[in-house]
């Protein structure tokens, strides 16, 4: 008799209202969907090239009528009722949504939130309605969201939801991705790694702005900005041309909305801090030209609301000196906050197109820094340039800096050409705004407006997934007057810390860790916590790379079982260009290691000129091929040479457990039919083998577990929530696995 253990992928796809985690209600409630088609012309508009100098476009409006009054399910609970409604936008990549009419009553809470509540923003509550009635919601990640409403017992005015529109993102702008959000270029640099220690107030600052106008939603960026009354008028300047000149309607900026504090918690590209957004703006000033030559570029608004957090309003320095260094901080692509280093001083520059007009732009030329060469992309217009006193001088138009192109430039409206050149109106200059006292300062220093002795808790870490037996450094960014810091690190050692830091902490075992700092001010106390932020990896994993002579087509990416990217390589990382004459005649075998949590994951690598690794075919002596091996010199998957030729791409999957891999490429299970997969109710096993059948998550949790005596084994699978899962099929003397 021989033991046999078969794994296989499954991929549950339900849509039903009873997978989804409601925040009020228990799993026997059922929440309504309703489904929208994909729009036809959405490859036409991701064909469309991303320019910089105009704004970045991620969605397109779909029309809609959906109300709480008309669609949705109210339900009874203890202590009031609960409306709920799900939307379904097939296909994808995040849902928000734009109301015509908005009005919570003033014990009521609204959520929103992805099916699983990875992602959940709110509660919004009557201090969010406006008086034009209109208001709109962040980007809910996915295909699918759920809006869920609490009313207590003892309130009286009915909530008041009318939805015509939302914005279907057919591009990523969250990715979720770990090592990156995976929207921005490689070169790009994280705005909290060491290049940043310097200018967390500008980091406070600054924004991302989800702009609506026409059928198009895109993104930009810009920053709040002081006035010499320091009173802290929530005024956001940005760029003109990410506002349609100034022709954007007034319904528009209502329904605008700013994410502040949209950055990684730490160097690398791990989870957001905490990020805060307003929705609603109404125009103050604006230069009309959209940059162009004779045009600063410039667009200053002031929010409907103030932010819910100790924002900080940054200085200006409006004079026409050049900067001698600085930095930009921006969202490029609509990614987690970047940083931009210069390091040579600035000199004057036309706007757009042609003309001679050299006094309306700073043009910068970026420098390399130790985590990358920060430039600029599409949505990183209205961006905030800062000189080396940290104050503001200039707002992003565009330029020609890439990340294969870093020696090239941009250019940045000056604030001294807005401040009251571009005309004689109010609306037309900054300085009525900016300088409401009539001051005729020409520099002013930024502020926090909630500097007293309020503390607020937070920290960054400089790593989120490490290798067993690695430290990690984690600093506090907590605001006030913090008096005493307390450090908690279950799992590190050590598990305890006090102090402002930084602390370095090692994780000498694995699995995943809670960090929490508690602050303690004068006035009050606080306390910030991540759960799950540090992943503590067991399973060592090596890549054994050989591209063929044309290595700068082939780029890779390891995604885990979410899809999330955790190592990637992007074209133009291995030698060799892609013609006769620039390739690399000699490739070597390139090793990566990487340390990976338990669970499964998929090798996908392309090819920009779809021929795979076939390199023999054209002028080249060799054909590429890589093996992925664990830690005992185990192949997970490999490519051979005679099957390198796989055209645009191929995806090769394996799971990994602490002494336990498996892969879909190293064995035989001919004797096994599965089907259907993906399932949406139940499957069938058929085999002459019998055993014992478990069904694992992806974090190896066991959700099912049944004896199969016949040829034929159903299971019912109905409970379980959307997702992959493994199915192992033991039958107590051999082992074999298969994805």
């Known amino acids: 008799m021989h033991k046999l253990i078969v794994t296989f992928l499954l991929s549950f796809n339900f849509l039903t209202a009873q997978n989804i985690q409601s925040i009020f209600l228990d799993s026997s409630n059922k929440i309504p969907l309703l489904t929208f088609d994909k729009p036809a012309d959405i490859q036409e508009l991701l064909n469309q090239e991303v320019v910089k100098g105009q704004i970045f476009n991620f969605g397109k409006f779909v029309l809609c009528d959906i109300s709480s009054s008309e669609n949705g399910l109210w339900t009874e609970v203890d202590g009031g009722k609960v409306w709920t ?5 097939k296909n994808a990549k995040g849902i928000s949504l734009y109301y015509d009419d908005f009005w919570i009553p003033s014990s009521g809470e609204l959520y929103i939130y992805n099916p699983m509540q990875t992602q959940k923003i709110g509660p ?109 008028t929530p005024y956001v300047i940005s760029a003109d041309h990410c506002f349609s000149g100034g022709d954007i309607s007034v319904n528009g900026l209502n329904q605008s909305i700013f994410y502040f504090n949209y950055r990684s918690v730490a160097c690398n590209n791990s989870v957001p801090i905490n990020t805060y957004s307003v929705t609603g703006c109404t125009k103050k000033a604006n230069s009309g030209g959209e940059g162009n030559v004779g045009d600063p570029d410039f667009f200053l608004v002031e929010l409907n609301s103030y932010p819910d957090f100790n924002p900080f309003f940054s200085g200006w ?108 109106s109010n609306n ?74 930084p602390h370095n902490i090692t994780y000498n075992s694995p699995g995943i860790y809670d960090v929490t700092l508690s602050v303690t001010g004068t006035d009050n106390s606080d306390q910030y916590t991540i759960n799950d932020h540090i992943k503590v990896a067991a399973n060592l994993v090596e890549l054994d790379f050989l591209p063929d002579c044309y290595g700068q087509e082939t780029s890779w990416e ?89 055209g645009d791409d191929i995806s090769l999957n394996f799971c990994i457990e602490s002494g336990l891999s498996t892969s879909n490429h190293s064995i035989n299970t001919t004797q096994f039919d599965l089907f259907p997969n993906p399932t949406y109710a139940a499957f069938v096993l058929e085999s002459k083998i019998n055993g014992q059948i478990k069904i694992y998550n992806t974090i190896w949790q066991v959700v099912h577990s049944s004896v199969k005596n016949d040829f034929k084994h159903s299971i019912d699978i109905q409970d379980l929530d959307n997702g992959i899962y493994l199915i192992e099929f033991n039958n107590s003397i051999k082992k074999l696995i298969k994805k």
């Open 85 to 89: 409604l799900a939307i379904e936008a």
């Open 124 to 232: 919004f509550t009557s201090k969010h309605n406006h008086n034009s009635g209109l208001f709109a919601t962040e980007v809910i990640h996915g295909e699918i969201l759920v809006l869920e409403y609490f009313q207590p017992e003892y309130e009286n005015n009915d909530l008041k939801l009318s939805i015509n529109r939302f914005a279907y993102a057919y591009r990523d702008i969250s990715g979720g991705q770990l090592n990156g959000y995976n929207s921005s270029d490689e070169c790009q640099v994280n705005a909290n790694c060491s290049e940043g220690n310097a200018w967390e107030n500008q980091k406070m600052s600054t924004c991302r702005i989800q702009i609506g106008s026409g059928w198009n939603v895109g993104l930009c960026s810009g920053a709040l900005i002081n006035n010499t009354l320091n009173n802290c």
């Open 317 to 424: 320095n409006r004079s026409n000196i050049p900067a001698t260094s600085g930095v930009s901080i921006h969202h490029p692509s609509g990614d987690i906050m970047k940083i931009s280093t210069y390091t040579n001083t600035l000199s004057s520059a036309s706007g757009l197109g042609f003309g001679n007009d050299n006094t309306t732009h700073w043009r910068v030329f970026w420098s390399e820094t130790p985590n990358g060469h920060g430039v600029t992309e599409g949505g990183s217009s209205g961006s905030p340039i800062f000189n080396q006193n940290g104050l503001l001088t200039g707002v992003l138009t565009g330029g020609s800096s890439f990340c294969t192109a870093t020696n090239q430039s941009d250019i940045y409206g000056k604030i001294w050409h807005a401040w009251d050149q571009v005309g004689n």
């Open 428 to 501: 037309q200059q900054l300085k009525p705004w900016l300088d409401p006292a009539n001051t005729n300062a020409v520099t002013l220093n930024g502020i926090y407006c909630n500097q007293s002795a309020t503390v607020t808790a937070a920290f960054t870490s400089s790593e989120t997934n490490v290798c067993l037996n690695s430290y990690v450094t984690f600093s506090s960014i907590s605001s006030g007057e913090v008096t005493d810091y307390s450090w908690e690190f279950p799992g590190g050692t050590p598990s305890f810390a006090t102090g402002l830091g």
């Open 558 to 646: 390891l995604q885990n079982a979410n899809g999330q990217v955790v190592y990637s390589v992007a074209n133009g990382y291995y030698p060799g260009g892609n013609t006769a004459q620039d390739m690399e005649p000699n490739p070597e075998s390139i090793i990566e290691n990487w340390c990976l949590m338990d669970g499964c994951y998929k090798f996908v690598v392309e090819d920009e000129y779809g021929d795979g690794l076939y390199g023999s075919q054209h002028t080249c002596e060799f054909d590429g091929d890589f093996t992925i091996y664990d830690n005992d010199d185990n192949v997970l998957v490999e490519l051979n040479e005679p099957n390198s030729d796989f």
